[in-house]
């Protein structure tokens, strides 16, 4: 008899299925070390497109490419075991259309071996999202605030503010709900708004700066943990402040170093 236990990974459809049931707990990883500490709370792990601001230091998302995804991708899985596995499409990948959305995200779930890919868009993707669903992938949406689209909306601002834009953003949700989409990203929109968009939709919303209306919650995880300081949303609640108990952690080792009181140095010397 076998004495192992296989844990299963939480699927796209069990995602779903947690509409109206307890909230979603998100959050991103990019490495193997993280996801799997991740992994121990985390019902969803994104490997967003922020990893190249936070990882790779770029100054918006744009930068990022395909390649880089399917790297993060790959070390994030090694550390997943009962997360759904979620990869961004960096910008560029999936917008000319759905074929070149299904290349993308067919090489993204092959070589990565996650469960679902993420895309930003609401009404202009729905028919992306419905190819996608269609042919294999599952699609978690992500409406609000696109960061791949700071270019056109000119900023980070709070989304869906006054009726026209709250009427758009909602438009958007239901169109990439009713396009196939298993859950949306609802990113810093109103309180109100993110409210009606929960209770008219039946997958779950998941929000970040989009209050606790929503079905579940996503942070970037170095931004939480105090890790990414450069820019700080106002929404994010820091529950560590790992940047700077690494910073006191470098000066101490730099004080040891410079006073040759490096611990453990008999022994790399007597294992020769
Ligand atoms: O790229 C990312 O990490 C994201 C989340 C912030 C939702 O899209």
Redesign the pocket.
């Known amino acids: 008899m076998s004495t192992h236990t296989t844990v299963r990974a939480l699927t796209p459809p069990a995602i779903r299925a947690r509409k109206g049931g307890a909230p979603l707990v998100?959050l991103?990883a990019y490495t193997t070390p993280m996801a799997r500490l991740v992994d121990r709370e985390a019902d969803v792990i994104?490997?967003?497109?922020?990893?190249g601001m936070v990882v790779h230091g770029l100054p918006s998302?744009l930068g990022v490419t395909l390649e880089m995804m399917i790297l993060h991708g790959l070390a994030a899985r090694r550390g997943t075991t009962r997360a759904c596995l979620v990869v961004?499409l960096p910008f560029g990948s999936y917008e000319a259309g759905p074929d070149q959305a299904f290349r993308s995200a067919a090489r993204v779930m092959a070589e990565t071996g996650c469960a679902a890919v993420?895309l930003?868009g609401g009404e202009s993707m729905a028919p992306t999202i419905d190819f996608l669903t269609r042919r294999g992938v599952p699609v978690m949406a992500?409406v609000g605030l696109m960061?791949q689209s700071v270019n056109v909306t000119g900023g980070y601002r709070t989304q869906g503010r006054g009726s026209v834009a709250a009427a758009r953003v909602e438009a958007d949700a239901r169109a990439v709900s009713d396009a196939g989409a298993f859950s949306v990203?609802l990113?810093k929109i109103t309180e109100p708004l993110a409210r009606r968009i929960t209770e008219a939709l039946p997958i779950p919303t998941?929000g970040?700066g989009a209050s606790a209306a929503c079905d579940g919650q996503?942070?970037?995880i170095d931004d939480m943990l105090g890790l990414f300081t450069d820019f700080q949303p106002s929404f994010v609640r820091r529950y560590a402040e790992l940047g700077r108990a690494v910073e006191a952690a470098v000066a101490a080792y730099a004080a040891d170093v410079r006073a040759r009181s490096f611990p453990g140095r008999e022994h790399v010397f007597n294992d020769d």
């Open positions: 998100c991103t994104l490997v967003g497109d922020s990893l998302t961004d993420k930003e992500h960061p990203v990113e998941i970040i996503i942070l970037v």
